[in-house]
């Protein structure tokens, strides 16, 4: 039923996109013969450095559509040959058409920019071009010489403000004499000496002192350039300020202020606390507020406790403000208007999934208090139950179920760390947060397996710098308790599976800890150049080895050491995330990522669990594969056998076994922008290669249960998956909405040239899936795997 859907959905999009590209095939045949629809904008003779730039000059109105908002706007805002006027918003984008007066302005507004760029005496002429109701623009320049910077001065009055600019202009400028003039680095002077002047107390001073004359002899290209800081109106210097007293006043969550009085609280001498919610305690707030008394105002500092209140996630609006005393010392008076957030808040959440032969639905429920003890506390409680049914299963619906899964938490974040020792505050770079957290995952595979998880830990985040994050787990606590179906471990050990079945079907106790690093998280939504990494250890058992080999701790019936009667892990895991962006113009741009991992049980554990080992595949991994369908190594499931007992073990094991204690996987990844606006988002595509696989550690477990599955330095480059397509990304400004469609090429569980599925796609498909269907039954082979998220896949 469901792979009916799926090809019916895309038989859909596929006779939808090929009316819309029918549409954009004749673009003109709703224009009337008197106009012209605006074919390109061309632009000659211009330097490369500038041309992007100039471009942006050309009038919005007269540039030309982007085809697929066009193609739905001759689709869906016509009738009978013409354009519909009775239409109030129209779904595309109207055609672009010319328009002289707008060539007009456009070709003045490129010759102003190249004046802006030192060239003077640029001259620009617009050419155009009608053939078959379409029209090509051609702007032509002539850029003249380049006019260079010979001398500049300064006139600054104050010789105090003189002093500081001379100590500090070596820091930022972009002004030097013999260079080519450039407006730019003359706006970029006045901006820096605006946020000089606001960070060494001149609170009255505005970016409208600073102006620049620049006196051009246009017959040796030479720009002598003077620039004037003036002082305020009747004063002979610019006033430095200090602060004084804090006035903080906090509404209520309606952004009122109770008529009854209010007390008001003196904290630390200088800030005056009142609260007309009722709901919070002064120091968590003043601890994040970085404008102290005596201090000299500096907008920086001013910043920075903006950015900081704000990042207690408490507060809704933040507004300050500074009255200046009524005396002759220049002083000023912070005053903080701030209204919370709501206190309390609850968040449900459904969706529905699909794949394989599968489908399911996952809701959840998000209970938040944002200030739980009045000290900006955040208090989440979560629930979240899912349910997959297999569609080829028969029966009613509860038959049908594949598998049930239960997910129980509570997160109580704290502003700081909580420590047992004093340390340095922690806060300019952002807040830190300790979070304690207590979980419970209940998770049943029919006639397969069943566990139970619960998780008890203490984490501490902070900021190095707004660059780098780093988050440590010093305590982990963890109970798992494995069951396999009785009928299922049987036939496993049966099998030789004997050391899957004692690693997976009991239960264990887990005290360990984790460490993570991540960089330039803060540039993800950028189009710089950066590279991201993000690098995480977890290890467990050492301190109860320790104290085992100490305290000689008894052991069970398989020789494994206990506490509190149950066996512990020990196990060393690591993981990292590399990427790197590249921006190639506007809002294109390419990645690399690299996704290796490795998990190495020793001492007390002889195999990672189910929970702890790695899969390949899935809407952020090599996106050709449905997660946890593809590996390890080259091990294929048509290895269990072909009668009605492998299939059925074929089917109990769905999920269980390609999973591995190693792991690469890699994404290239190439995005770019579609349109602007269709249905009110901004529409991005992609189009991706991705490869990799998980691998076994060598052993004679893993050569009995997953056969060809082993990690060998001289095989596993030859075991790597590989699969291409393209996605779209649907940007809502608050989440994007993820499309991504990944076709196999190379299948590393077959052998030989029947790796290169790809293919076999192109033709002999039904004869390559019927042979699939016969060697690993109940299992079905799809070339085309879909994908549907929030957010990116990275």
């Not at 406790?305 to 933040?318: A, E, G, P, Q």
């Amino acid at each position: 039923m469901k792979s009916y859907s799926i090809c019916r959905s895309s038989s859909l999009a596929s006779i939808l996109l090929l009316i819309i590209i029918l549409s954009a095939c004749n673009a003109t045949r709703f224009i009337p013969d008197d106009q012209a629809l605006v074919k390109s904008v061309k632009l000659d003779s211009v330097s490369e450095e500038f041309e992007a730039k100039a471009l942006t000059f050309v009038q919005n109105d007269i540039r030309p559509n982007s085809r697929l908002n066009l193609a739905l706007y001759n689709l869906l805002n016509t009738k009978k040959g013409k354009y519909r006027t009775d239409r109030v918003r129209a779904i595309g984008e109207a055609p672009h058409l010319l328009d002289s007066s707008l060539v007009e302005i456009s070709r003045l507004q490129i010759e102003k920019f190249l004046a802006t760029k030192g060239y003077f005496k640029a001259k620009v002429k617009s050419d155009i071009l009608v053939e078959d109701k379409k029209a090509t623009i051609t702007f032509t320049a002539e850029q003249g010489p380049e006019f260079k910077v010979s001398t500049i001065t300064y006139e600054i009055p104050d010789s105090a403000v003189s002093a500081l600019y001379q100590a500090n202009r070596s820091s930022f400028t972009k002004m030097r004499e013999g260079q080519r003039f450039d407006s730019d680095s003359l706006a970029y002077e006045r901006e820096q000496i605006f946020r000089l002047m606001k960070k060494n107390g001149y609170y009255d001073y505005v970016r409208q002192f600073v102006r620049f004359d620049v006196d051009s002899n246009l017959n040796n290209s030479q720009a002598k350039v003077i620039l004037y800081l003036a002082n305020p109106t009747d004063k002979d210097a610019h006033p430095v300020y200090t602060i004084d007293n804090s006035f903080i006043g906090i509404r209520n969550s309606s952004g009122l202020t109770d008529s009854l009085l209010v007390d008001t609280l003196t904290v630390d001498t200088q800030f005056r606390f009142t609260d007309h919610s009722g709901k919070f305690k002064p120091e968590p707030i003043t601890r994040y507020i970085y404008i102290k008394k005596d201090d000299i105002y500096n907008i920086n500092k001013e910043d920075l406790t903006y950015d900081r209140l704000y990042d207690l996630n408490v507060f809704r609006t933040i507004k300050i403000d500074y009255a200046k005393t009524s005396d002759s010392t220049n002083r000023l008076q912070p005053r903080y208007d701030i209204v919370p957030l709501k206190r309390m808040s609850n968040r449900v959440e459904g969706e529905y999934t699909f794949n394989s032969g599968r489908n399911g639905f996952n809701i959840g429920d998000t209970y938040t208090n944002r200030n739980l003890f009045g000290g900006a506390e955040l208090l989440e409680i979560k629930a979240k139950y899912g349910v997959l049914f297999d569609a080829n299963a028969s029966g009613n619906l509860i038959d049908k179920i594949f598998s049930r899964d239960l997910q129980l938490g509570v997160n109580l974040v704290l502003p700081r760390l909580l420590v047992p020792f004093p340390i340095p505050m922690l806060g300019k770079n952002g807040i830190p947060h300790t979070t304690i957290s207590t979980s419970l995952q209940l998770f049943d595979q029919k006639k397969a397996f069943t566990s139970r998880v619960f998780i008890n830990s203490i984490t501490y985040d902070w900021v190095e710098t707004k660059y780098k994050l780093h988050s440590l787990t010093p305590i982990n606590i963890e109970f798992r308790k494995g069951r396999l179906d009785p009928v299922f471990r049987d036939t496993l050990r049966a099998r030789g599976y004997e050391l899957y079945v004692r690693t997976n079907n009991r239960a264990f106790f887990n005290l360990g800890s984790q460490y993570a690093y991540t960089l330039n998280t803060v540039r993800l939504n950028t189009y710089t150049n950066f590279i991201y990494l993000r690098g995480a250890i977890d290890a467990a058992g050492n301190t109860l080895g320790l104290f085992g080999n100490v305290f000689n701790f008894k052991e069970d019936s398989t020789g494994a050491k206990t506490i509190f009667g149950l066996p512990y892990q020990q196990y060393v895991k690591t993981e990292a995330d590399i990427r790197f962006y590249r921006s190639l113009g506007g809002e294109k741009q390419f990645i690399f990522r690299l996704n290796p991992g490795i998990g190495i049980p020793y001492g007390n554990s002889e195999q990672l669990t189910f929970e702890k080992n790695f899969f390949a595949g899935g809407s952020s991994g090599v996106r050709a594969w449905q997660a946890r369908t593809l590996g390890p190594g080259n091990y294929n499931r048509a290895s269990l056998g072909t009668d009605e007992k492998a299939n059925t073990l074929r089917r109990n094991l769905r999920n269980l076994d390609q999973l591995g204690e190693y792991k690469l996987e890699g994404n290239l990844e190439y995005r770019f922008k579609i349109a602007d606006n269709i249905l009110n988002a901004k529409v991005k595509g992609a189009t991706f290669v991705d490869f990799g696989n998980v691998w076994r550690k060598p052993s004679q477990a893993s050569m009995i249960e997953n056969p060809g599955g082993e990690f060998k330095f001289n095989k596993f480059l030859g075991q790597m998956a590989l699969g291409t397509g393209a996605g779209l990304r649907f940007d809502l400004n608050y989440f994007v909405f993820r499309f991504d469609l990944g076709v196999k090429v190379k299948d590393p569980q077959f052998k030989g040239s029947d790796q290169y599925v790809i293919k076999y796609l192109l033709s002999k498909k039904k004869e390559f899936k019927e042979r699939y269907e016969i060697t690993n039954a109940p299992d079905v082979y799809r070339f085309v795997q879909y994908n549907f998220g929030i957010g990116m896949p990275f």
